[in-house]
């Protein structure tokens, strides 16, 4: 039982970063129509800007989660200005392919930059663990999901309370439609995109510290995120929230009472299950974003 | 010409160990060769139903463990006390099982993901791949898990009246990946020309209208799925018996993604497509190897496959094709000018 109290505190804590993973993916996906291969490397690229910051450089850890997180969010700008911005009106596989060479170049380079050995990347929290009664939880991991919850929050209400997040929603309803009323698809499209890519580094930054960075740990969060996505249903922002925790907790006991070996497949036998069972994802609804 | 052109080709390849007798070319060529095998499996799926498998790499390595286990023998305890003892057998059996098991698996992969299409395919054949190497790493009593299978003997085959052959030099494999190549060439463009061919091409232009006329879509698709699936497993078995060791790191994603950009630089949807962008990209990582990096070369290759999109996005074949369709008409008018400006005005009979 207190086996089981832990891991699903552990489930909390490492759903809060698989959401912001999926609502990233899931939003790029509903509003440009754009499966995103390089979310992983975003991923990937805001952890190594945290080592790069806190460790190489020896600044603030809290300095280097913040630079992170901008900076992906400028490098997603950059690259749907330069590779999907010329894309756009090309077919679905088409775009598909131009991101899987993205992923490449951009994995390769981290490989080249940092070199294949795994980092390490030192926090300024203490080492004793917080305990309440059965469950112990580092002090890291409860910085984690306190970040974690806060960006979900400010991501909703980016999307429900703002100028731009209605322009967001507008264009994924219908995208000709918001054009004639004004809507600039273009600045639409890149804020998405940047938003989505900022997310993805934030996670990256947040889960770099609690696990190890090496050049490869992208590809597994791209298909962690695609496994989320698929599970909220594409383009809905709640469904991927409550499929990042759904994941994270399957993950946990999957892990914990099966085997250890196998946790990693555990997101893409709920894809498997997801499709048999309800392909349109657990929170489908009519076309809609939010 | 142009008629002449497939058998001086063929000729070229088929005389090839006797002019190129360096055994190093001959393992390119013959690593080459099954690759070209995989892209043109790639190719039935991409190019001709528009479905990307962005996890063929699991279908290539389901070949290559199939096939070594059958050949290596086996024995698994499969739930309490229940075992599975397997004899070894033959390695030429092995290739059929492979070839046979890779297939019946791209039926399942595509029953279960050809309900939905497009991102969700990729996304499922992706994570496909990503659970059979879990598998191939976990089960370490079936397939000894990083240690790797080892040992893998190379193919015997019997000649009636010749006695058995091991093909153990480079040689006799290279020949034996030729046949093989040139198997699933034929069976790949007679099926694309096929009445199944056009009901293929006819609903990755228009799925509705497609189905519309009475073409049974998923039924067409998964045909497709387990057939490409099919020639991806006698490739991977081929792979097995020739490097004679295979881990779980044969069903990484960077083999798809050499599969794919061998398809989509050729050109996808035409039969010469996978055959050049094979031989480019067998061939480049030799040339580069002694000037880059890994990291650099995959850079290169990454950057490689977006200036295609951009700029070829059909690939190399079709514009190739029509660059020389657009030469010989110029050519005849050429000469056609050359006739008119030669015959005089006034000089008719």
Redesign the interface.
């Known amino acids: 039982m207190d086996q089981l109290l832990q891991h699903l505190v552990n489930a909390v804590i490492l759903g809060g970063t698989y959401a912001l993973l999926g609502i990233g993916l899931t939003l790029i996906?509903g509003i440009m129509r754009v499966?995103n291969f390089t979310h992983g490397e975003l991923y990937a690229f805001g952890a190594y800007t945290v080592y790069l910051i806190s460790a190489a450089l020896g600044l603030d850890f809290f300095l280097g989660l913040i630079v992170a997180i901008v900076a992906g969010g400028l490098l997603g700008a950059l690259i749907e200005i330069t590779?999907l911005r010329?894309?756009r009106g090309a077919d679905?596989?088409?775009v598909?392919?131009?991101m899987?060479?993205?992923?490449?170049?951009m994995?390769?380079?981290e490989?080249?930059v940092w070199g294949g050995v795994a980092k390490a990347i030192v926090t300024p929290f203490p080492e004793a663990p917080l305990v309440i009664g059965p469950v112990s939880i580092s002090w890291l991991r409860v910085f984690v999901l306190v970040v974690a919850l806060l960006l979900i929050a400010g991501s909703y209400v980016l999307i429900h309370r703002t100028k731009l997040g209605k322009a967001m929603r507008a264009t994924f309803q219908d995208t000709d439609t918001a054009a004639l009323m004004g809507v600039n698809i273009r600045g639409v499209y890149t804020a998405t995109f940047a938003l989505g890519s900022g997310l993805a580094a934030a996670a990256g930054a947040l889960l770099g510290p609690v696990f190890l960075v090496t050049p490869t740990m992208g590809?597994l969060a791209s298909?962690k995120a695609?496994?989320i996505v698929?599970l909220g249903g594409?383009g809905n922002i709640t469904g991927a929230t409550v499929g990042g925790f759904i994941l994270a907790l399957v993950e946990e006991i999957g892990a914990g009472y099966i085997?250890s070996?196998?946790r990693?497949?555990m997101?893409?036998?709920i894809?498997?299950a997801v499709?048999?069972f309800k392909?349109t994802g657990l929170f489908a609804r009519a076309e809609r974003v939010g | 010409m142009k008629r002449a052109l497939p058998a001086f080709w063929l000729i070229v390849v088929l005389t090839v160990p006797f002019w190129l007798p360096d055994q190093y070319i001959l393992h390119i060529l013959i690593i080459t060769g099954i690759f070209i095998i995989a892209a043109m499996s790639l190719n039935l799926l991409l190019g001709y139903t528009?479905q990307?498998s962005?996890g063929h790499v699991a279908f290539f390595g389901i070949g290559a463990y199939a096939s070594a286990l059958t050949t290596l023998g086996f024995d698994v305890e499969l739930f309490a006390g229940f075992r599975v003892v397997h004899e070894p057998w033959p390695a030429v059996v092995g290739f059929f099982v492979g070839t046979i098991v890779a297939g019946m698996s791209g039926y399942v992969i595509g029953r279960?993901?050809f309900?939905?299409r497009?991102?969700?395919f990729?996304?499922?054949t992706?994570?496909?791949a990503?659970?059979t190497r879990?598998?191939a790493?976990?089960w370490v009593e079936l397939t000894q898990g990083p240690l790797a299978l080892t040992n893998i003997p190379p193919y015997t085959i019997g000649f009636p009246g010749l006695g058995d052959y091991t093909l153990w030099n480079k040689t006799a494999y290279y020949y034996l990946v030729l046949a093989v190549g040139l198997a699933a060439y034929i069976v790949i463009s007679r099926l694309v020309g096929s009445r199944i061919g056009r009901a293929m091409i006819a609903l990755k232009e228009n799925e509705t209208l497609a189905s519309s006329v009475g073409i049974d879509v998923t039924h067409y698709l998964v045909l497709a799925a387990v057939i490409s699936a099919a020639v991806a497993g006698s490739a991977g078995s081929l792979y097995a018996h020739y490097v004679k060791i295979i881990d779980p790191d044969i069903f990484l994603?960077v083999y798809t993604?050499m599969m794919?950009i061998m398809v989509?630089t050729g050109g996808k949807g035409t039969l010469a497509g996978p055959i050049v962008g094979g031989i480019i990209f067998g061939f480049l990582p030799v040339i580069l190897r002694p000037i880059a990096?890994p990291?650099?070369q995959?850079?290169l290759?990454?950057?490689?496959?977006?200036v295609i999109?951009?700029v070829l996005?059909q690939g190399i074949v079709p514009a190739v094709e029509r660059w020389m369709a657009n030469w010989t008409q110029f050519g005849r008018k050429a000469a056609g000018i050359m006739l008119a400006s030669n015959s005089k005005p006034g000089d008719g009979p």
Do not use: C, R
Not at chain 1, 100 to 105: A, E, H, L, N
């Open positions: 996906f499966v590779l010329p894309m679905i596989d088409t598909m392919l131009v899987i060479g993205g992923w490449i170049v994995q390769n380079t490989l080249l590809d298909l695609f496994a698929i594409l085997s070996g196998y990693d497949a997101g893409f036998l894809i498997i499709l048999l392909p | 528009g990307l962005l279960l993901s309900k939905v497009g991102a969700y990729v996304i499922v992706i994570s496909f990503e659970v879990l598998v790493l976990n994603f993604v794919v989509i990096a990291a650099v995959w850079i290759y990454g950057a490689l496959m977006i999109v951009f996005p």
